[in-house]
């Protein structure tokens, strides 16, 4: 018999997924505000990246451990602390006098914010019933894929109107009114009972040191030459030996943190393998498109995040379609073929970008990448718990939100390098143009350099020519450097579709009518 009291499940939703919003928008508001950030603190470009990199590492710490936490102190009791530790220390943010407060503020907004998008997948999931679990996904998926995009957008928008600061601030309402519907709607189920055992000290050491230490080398690889720098070679061996340990002493415990048996079960396993690897697909060019339009196209943060806006937009209305059609009967690996090949589709239009592209040439392919995310993600997020028991659904949420999180970061770390990499050998190919035995170049040379002396007599023309044609020479290596990373995207995504097929149906494993509704 399930005692759970009945509450409405758009309730419920409505609950869960106001907080998981305002904290996934969290992890990419603040990109926009760092150089005022560093500015008003006086810090080094390298000193101000660990706000970002102090949220993420506590962040992905926390995530795995949820299904875990919520056993130990009873889920609305973590969920409602949760809420209100990443409240006060957006406060903290908002407030804090020096960066060193501000990163320490971080990271603990990064405990508290943590476990909110397990906690609330594994609600969602509990709230509905089976056969509307696609419905489910697609309401966390619009969450999830939204709050990214809107981030920049919002947080560029605070702070050149009002101050950094409120980029934390404005979590305070939403914080409040989400412990306030957590206390009053949301209740444990049945079956998760508050235990008292033994802490799984290894387990959560490992855990802590092996995660931490992965988050740092994937957020600062790029900028420290990766294994050219001694200090990235030793967080990679600490990350990989630390990680390693961690599954053998959580396989042998009698009380894990992690619970590995979930990966047992080959739907999971299928479904979460391809949500790492498609979502370090899809992020790559997320994060690439913006910097593409503000470095090379002259677009503000504004007019970037409009771009990106109708990629929002189809996902927004895509996923709900998605959720419908799997309630009446498709299957999640159709939905997910075309949505993969959506994807790659889109993203080998962007390999196409030229810098006299118009705003529609752009804003078109990111349309199609959204439609083709809502068609990914919702029925893979369904398929994956399709054989999870209710009981071990808050530990499979944990560890699938991680990886996704993970392919994430490993996504826009490749594609970073790989932007590069590039950029220095087109660099390299088109200056070997740049010379004086080269009859085009001596006639463009002669002609912007009389133009120029034209409008500014003062300055001898070959002077300003040189440079004006060296500028032009990094923004075209540039550009073939974007397109090679999207066309890369496009056929890594690509490859991803005959693994649709590794998903299976259910086994009957979850009931109906599990959890809370």
Sequence with gaps: MNPTPHVSKWIVALTVMLPTFIEIMDTSVVNVSLPHIQGSMNAGVDEVTWVLTSY???????????????????????????????????ILCGAAP???????????????????????????????????????????????????????????????????????????PAGILAVILAA??????????????????????????????????????????????????????????????????????????IDFTVFKDRSFSAGTAIMFLGFLCLFGSIVLLPLYLQQLMGYTALWAGLVLGPGGLSSFFVMPIAGTLMKKGVKPRYLLIVGLATTSYAQWQMAQFNLQADFYSVALPRFLQGVGLGFFFVPLATAAYVNISVEKMGNASGVFNLLRNLGGSFGVAISTTILSQRAQVHQTFISEHINPYNPAFQEAYQR????????????????????????????????????????????????????????RRSEGALPPEAGMH
């Excluded at 710490?61 to 602390?81: A, E, H, M, Q």
């Excluded at 397990?118 to 056969?131: C, D, G, N, V």
């Excluded at 444990?188 to 802490?199: L, M, S």
């Design 184 to 257: 009053v709607f949301i209740h444990d189920p049945y079956y998760i009972k508050r235990e008292v055992f033994k802490i799984d000290r290894w387990g959560l050491a490992l855990l802590t040191v092996g995660l931490g230490a992965l988050q740092i080398v994937l957020d600062k690889g790029e900028r420290e030459d990766w294994f050219q720098s001694e200090f990235i070679i030793i967080l990679s061996i600490v990350a990989a030996v630390s990680l390693i340990l961690l599954v053998i002493v959580e396989l042998r415990s009698e009380h894990p943190v």
């Design 56 to 90: 993420l590492v506590s962040n992905a710490i926390i995530i795995p451990i949820t299904g875990w936490l919520s056993s130990v102190f009873g889920r609305k009791r973590y969920l409602i602390f949760s809420l209100s530790l990443f409240t006060f220390a957006s």
């Design 448 to 503: 912007l350099g009389t133009f120029l002396h034209q409008v500014r007599p003062e300055i001898p023309g070959t002077t300003g020519a040189l440079g004006t044609i060296y500028r032009e020479v990094l923004r075209q290596a540039s550009m073939l450097a974007f397109n090679d990373t999207f066309y890369c995207l496009a056929i890594a995504t690509g490859i991803l579709i005959p693994l649709a097929f590794l998903l």
């Design 98 to 172: 020096t960066l060193q407060i501000l990163i320490i503020s971080r990271i603990l907004q990064g405990i508290g914010g943590g476990g909110l998008q397990p906690l609330s997948q594994a609600i969602l999931l509990e709230t509905f019933p089976r056969k509307e679990h696609g419905m489910a996904m697609a309401l966390f998926g619009m969450g999830v894929v939204m709050a990214p995009i809107i981030g920049p957008v919002v947080g560029g928008w605070i702070t050149d109107n009002w101050s950094w600061r409120w980029v934390f601030y404005i979590n305070l």
